[in-house]
């Protein structure tokens, strides 16, 4: 059968946008209430691209609280305890960013009194950087003279005017520099100098550089690890009759049977919405046994879900499919948008 992906019918026809894959225009991004807004955008550090992709277009409070029970406990070092470690390190490390990098002086010898606190210090660089890599191994300041002129002894603050922070395991250096607003010229504008500092306003460190990328693999619990560099992907595609999945074969984990058949088993479940009101639950079973020649043969396993759309309107399928397999990782939750 052949397969035709994010074709685009003239006509006012079908239109599809799969995240990571398709594209249709710009796709409206769903909005949310403070609760989720709060988790995005302190968790969107540890996130992978598609994650925030996928998050941002989820449509209703159900399945974003699904999402985020599925992001922290995929994140949990020890099922076994009652405890998710990594989620109060992260929040520890949130309030950490908070004290020390959310006001003027960003380095010091002790956080700053309460009432200095801005609570942005983990959207600040330093912030970002501490948050998802961790302390540094190696820390390296060097202060301005006006900066060593201004510092307080008693109050056992020091302005920094550049900080190099050196991470060994990522074999990374960041290097951090520092505008206190005594460093500014008195004849500047206020548009200048608020431009110039205390501290950028808007973070500029990437979160989706190659050390950033094996820092954010290592929140992975360990239970969850098996698979990660090569986990459970597929696409989809809707045709007449129904939701079309494909699996790429390299993301299926077969079992071996005694017979020396290979077998592989999916569960696809599928919530569907039309104009952003939830319209329809699906599901369905896929069991795939084949002989090791068969297997070499095929490059995919073809799932499909029945379903008849009720009329015209925007859809949106959630779509979530698993393997037969303990991992998180071999779950993979994707977004399907059509026109019709």
Not at 184 to 190: C, K, N
Not at 232 to 242: N, T
Request: net charge neutral; hydrophobic share 35%; glycine share 6%.
């Amino acid at each position: 059968m052949k397969h035709s992906w994010g074709r685009a019918v003239a006509g006012g026809g079908l239109c599809l946008s799969l995240a990571g894959f398709f594209g249709c225009g710009q796709a409206r991004l769903i909005k949310t209430d403070p609760f989720f807004d709060a988790f995005f955008e302190k968790t969107s550090l540890l996130m992978t691209e598609e994650e925030v992709d996928l998050y941002l277009h989820l449509p209703d409070r159900e399945s974003k609280a699904e999402f985020i029970a599925d992001f922290w406990k995929t994140r949990d070092p020890d099922l076994t305890s009652p405890e998710n470690e990594n989620k109060l390190e992260f929040e520890r490390r949130v309030q950490f960013a908070n004290e020390w990098f959310g006001v003027l002086g960003t380095v010091r010898r002790k956080p700053a009194p309460a009432s200095l606190h801005r609570d942005r210090g983990w959207n600040t660089d330093r912030g970002v950087a501490y948050i998802v890599l961790g302390p540094p191994d190696f820390i390296s300041l060097s202060w301005s003279l006006a900066a060593r002129e201004r510092a307080d002894p008693e109050d056992g603050y020091r302005l920094s005017s550049a900080a190099l922070w050196y991470y060994e395991r990522y074999r990374l250096s960041l290097f951090f520099t520092t505008i206190s607003p005594e460093d500014l010229d008195p004849e500047a504008s206020p548009l200048d100098q608020s431009l110039r500092g205390p501290e950028t306003k808007i973070r500029t460190l990437s979160t989706n550089t190659e050390a950033m990328r094996l820092a954010k693999e290592d929140w992975v619990g360990r239970d969850h690890r098996r698979g990660l560099g090569d986990p459970l992907r597929f696409r989809a595609g809707f045709r007449k009759g129904g939701l079309e999945i494909s699996i790429p074969l390299k993301s299926v984990r077969f079992r071996e049977n005694e017979d020396r058949t290979l077998s592989a088993a999916f569960a696809v479940n599928v919530r569907v919405y039309r104009n952003n009101r939830k319209v329809d639950d699906l599901s369905a079973v896929k069991s795939f046994t084949l002989r090791e020649a068969e297997a070499e043969a095929l490059s995919r396993l073809d799932l499909r879900v029945p379903y008849e759309p009720a009329g015209k309107g925007s859809y949106l399928f959630d779509l979530i499919v698993r393997a037969d397999d303990p991992s998180l990782l071999s779950r993979r939750r994707q977004y399907l948008r059509i026109k019709i």
